[in-house]
């Protein structure tokens, strides 16, 4: 288990209390629902992820590489990950399999499979959903009360429940590297 994955677990948990803070103030029959904190625990479950692909990338590169630190190829092997993980943000599955792929030779992508998801595309279309849905919950305020909730309570649970299986299968597919 890496120190990322012991981080992320202490992340997500944040977005689980979130939750959690939804569901007590919901049980009051005299206020509506606070839709802001599923919002918020959707961003927190993605930001997780994001930040779960930039700490392991982070941890493996220094594991790999961190002999040839002070070097000038370790010099130049450490720009170039600071620079990519600089432009990293949004860590959908096509640029989490580049990354992993151009500075670990391995394909993460291809161990995301479980459960009821049976090929890793079905993984990376979900993954790239929940990234939209959080995109919007952070740049798209939701001003029209007549439309529907951008995230429903169970949705949110799922969402918290794909991402928390895919950072333990994306780690232990990593233990090798």
């Known amino acids: 288990m890496s120190i ?15 939750a959690e803070c939804y569901d007590l103030l919901n049980a009051k029959d005299d206020a509506a629902p606070p839709e802001a904190l599923k919002r918020a625990a959707l961003i927190m479950t993605l930001t997780a992820w994001e930040t779960y692909v930039e700490d392991i990338a982070t941890e493996l590169f220094a594991n790999k590489f961190g002999v040839l630190k002070g070097c000038h190829i370790g010099n130049y092997l450490e720009h170039q990950f600071s620079s990519k993980l600089k432009m990293f943000h949004n860590p959908g599955s096509q640029k989490t399999k580049e990354i992993f792929e151009e500075f670990f030779g391995v394909n993460v992508t291809e161990s995301w499979v479980w459960n009821s998801y049976q090929t890793p595309k079905q993984v ?12 919007e919950a952070v740049h798209r305020s939701q001003i029209d009360i007549t439309k529907p909730d951008l ?24 233990e090798s590297v």
Request: charged residues 35%; glycine residues 2%; hydrophobic residues 40%.
């Open 151 to 174: 995230i429903k309570r169970n949705e949110l649970d799922k969402c918290v429940r794909f991402i928390s299986e895919l950072v333990e299968i994306t780690d232990k597919a990593l």
């Open 124 to 135: 990376k279309q979900t993954l790239d959903a929940w990234l939209r849905r959080r995109g």
């Open 4 to 18: 990322s994955l012991n981080n992320f677990k202490l992340a997500i948990s944040d977005a689980k209390e979130l």
